[in-house]
């Protein structure tokens, strides 16, 4: 069952099952033009993964790590889909397609072999960079951590609909700019889940943003992103540049 978060026409948020035409809540079916589609989850943080495909540290510049290179966003960051994006402008903006992992209980010191007994499921992030900010700071606060910075949606998989090598894409305006299988991971998600958890713990409905394939290229004013991830779905917005 594909797990969807949305108001209903009262403005009660729900959580009901995506069918693709509908969503069914209650034995009540309600269609999708009627209703708000939420984030999928509430995450107390999101913590993201920098450099996982080497294509992509290679396309930065940089060296591909040796230990998964961890960053945070906060929950003011997260934005559900078909919102619209409001963007620092007068910056480079770039979009990055992520495979999301949200968890599903508190945990800590989890071992990489029980690391997908802590998964509620998988979903499609965008992990939105403000590369002049980024490039000019080292802990990247204005250029990871800014409002809509982290588009989630648009529902929860279960993860054994998502294949092992599922293809993770972006298109802008209908363009593909990102393509390759999770399989280019250079850290997978057990591993992730392993580093993480040695140094924080993770809550019910946090999320890990497990990095971004090579292809990134900036966005502007107007732009429709799309983050399609085989067996998850798409993440659709669209970019306003905030005056």
Known sequence: MHQVR???PSGYARTGEWTGESII???RS???EDVDILPPCEPSKIVC???N???HAHERGATPPDRPHLFLKPPSAVAGHGDRLL???DARIDPEAELGVVIKEQCRNVDRSDAMSVVAGFTCVNDVSNRTEQDREQNWVRGKAFDNAAPIGPFLAPVSDVPQDARIKLRVNGETRQDAARTSMIF???VLIEEITRYMTLEPG???ATGTPEGVAPIQDGDRVEVDIEGVGVLQNTVTMDP
């Open 87 to 89: 963007l620092p402008q």
């Open 53 to 55: 495909y080497e294509a």
């Open 206 to 208: 946090d999320v890990i």
């Open 6 to 8: 949305f108001l209903d």
């Open 25 to 27: 809540f209650a034995d």
């Open 188 to 190: 997978p998600v057990p």
């Open 49 to 51: 993964v920098g450099r």
């Open 30 to 32: 309600y269609e999708l």
